[in-house]
């Protein structure tokens, strides 16, 4: 008997906040529902889904809101060709094979930085700099210590800014998508993102055991260069998701 497992990178899949558990469920039933087509021996289907769920030791607002919405979905137990598939769902703070959790994989630092783009057109701008938004809002970036130049504002970019990302998140999927393709009863790994940083771990994964199938799933293959590397060189599969 045979595993799949399904690696979502649900902040790069599932990006909008609106996206419901409907949507969600089909989106992983046909990833599913593909992924039984691989061999006749799966019996066993994990979903592993990664996500900045903790800043520090505290489960955030984003982290508890797609949780609430994936106790609405119910894909297991599914029954191909007669016979019961069981499977979990997973949110993923553990690393297969360590047992250790690894919270604080959301970050929140103040000043972001803005950098005009020097091949966009802009006629006007450049010699109105005392008057063009983006100009202004680009030199008020350019240090986070800049302080507002409103008569009598002391606000600065450091205060007045922030910006929120994952940290290690893609870390642990590449270490898992590695360490499940070592498994000699792993069948499959389907690898859910739009994002090349995986792409490495995905390759090595194909030459470390070609026994493994290895399929990505993109949401709106925009990065078909890429991906044809992959598809050429390494024989993994892309496809774009429902």
């Not at 959301?106 to 020097?118: A, D, N, S, T, V």
């Not at 507002?148 to 898992?176: I, P």
Request: hydrophobic share 35%; proline share 4%; net charge negative.
């Amino acid at each position: 008997m045979s595993k799949i497992v399904l690696i979502v990178d649900y902040n790069n899949i599932f990006i909008a906040d609106n996206c419901t558990a409907k949507e969600i469920e089909l989106t992983l039933r046909d990833v599913v529902e593909q992924a039984l087509q691989v061999s006749d021996t799966v019996n066993e289907i994990l979903i592993r889904i990664y996500e900045g769920w903790y800043q520090d030791e505290k489960l955030t607002d984003r982290g508890s809101s797609i949780m609430s919405k994936f106790a609405q979905i119910e894909p297991f137990p599914n029954v191909y060709k007669g016979k019961s598939i069981v499977g979990k769902i997973d949110f993923v703070e553990q690393i297969y094979g360590i047992d250790f959790p690894w919270r604080n994989t959301y970050r929140e630092k103040p000043g972001p930085r803005l950098i005009i783009k020097k091949d966009v057109h802009r006629p006007h701008c450049p010699n109105n700099k005392d008057k063009c938004p983006v100009e202004l809002l680009a030199k008020f970036t350019k240090k986070k210590e800049k302080v507002c130049h409103v008569d009598g504002c002391n606000v600065n970019n450091m205060s007045v800014f922030s910006q929120y990302g994952q940290k290690m998140v893609d870390t642990m999927m590449a270490c898992d998508i590695l360490t499940y393709g070592e498994e000699e009863d792993t069948a499959a790994i389907y690898v859910l993102t739009d994002d090349v940083d995986l792409f490495p771990s995905i390759a090595l994964c194909s030459r470390k055991n070609p026994n493994v199938k290895l399929y990505i799933g993109t949401k709106n293959n925009k990065h078909v260069q890429e991906c044809d590397v992959l598809n050429n060189n390494f024989g993994i599969t892309t496809f774009l998701l429902v």
